[in-house]
């Protein structure tokens, strides 16, 4: 055997070995994430999930939009595509005075929407499992963070989501007139 096939050998042999090592890693933290996430989805950004109600408070006032009408439906699919855009996790949850303080405070406009089984939102950890409500507020305690609670049958779930901003959703209730400051 000459010493050109011989090297072209070892090569191989190296090359194969660095698919092979990387492909365990790989599969390795796949199969890490999925068991503490309890999710093989965790990495799909995509949710399109629509609501069977939200109900918007502003103001001390609350209005609720079934799922059939065009607002609901319009709101819907700004919350989805903020959802499936850039997301983290924050270990920041919702307690049940704030979820009164949103409900109740005047100064305030959240939006809850409401749906009729509960859903999850893919992200790489066990949170956000089981969700029957978002709450998120727009003007208020957290406005500013561009936040999403979870509430598991009107119970604050575990932690929160951020995402890239609540802008879209504050400027279109503004826009319908479904929520303007008294």
Not at 10 to 22: E, R, V, W
Not at 64 to 69: D, F, G, Q, R
Not at 123 to 134: A, C, E, R, W
Not at 140 to 165: E, K, T
Request: aromatic share 10%; hydrophobic share 40%; charged share 15%.
């Amino acid at each position: 055997m000459d010493e050109s096939a011989v090297s072209v050998g070892k090569k191989a042999s190296f090359l194969d070995f660095l698919l092979t090592i990387s492909l365990i890693i790989t599969v390795s933290l796949y199969l890490m994430l999925t068991a503490f996430s309890h999710d093989p989805l965790w990495f799909w950004p995509k949710f399109d999930i629509l609501p069977k109600e939200i109900i918007i408070q502003c103001y001390g006032s609350e209005l609720k939009l079934e799922e059939s009408s065009s607002e609901a439906g319009e709101i819907a699919a700004l919350v989805n595509k903020q959802i499936s855009g850039d997301k983290r996790f924050d270990s920041l949850s919702l307690t049940t005075p704030t979820y009164e303080y949103y409900q109740n405070d005047p100064n305030v406009v959240t939006l809850e929407l409401v749906y009729a089984e509960p859903v999850r939102i893919h992200i790489p950890n066990m949170y956000f499992t089981n969700i029957t409500s978002l709450v998120i507020p727009l003007i208020g305690r957290y406005a500013d963070s561009s936040i999403v609670f979870g509430l598991i049958n009107g119970v604050p779930a575990g932690g929160s989501i951020h995402v890239a901003s609540n802008q879209a959703i504050i400027d279109y209730l503004t826009s319908m007139r479904l929520c303007s400051k008294p």
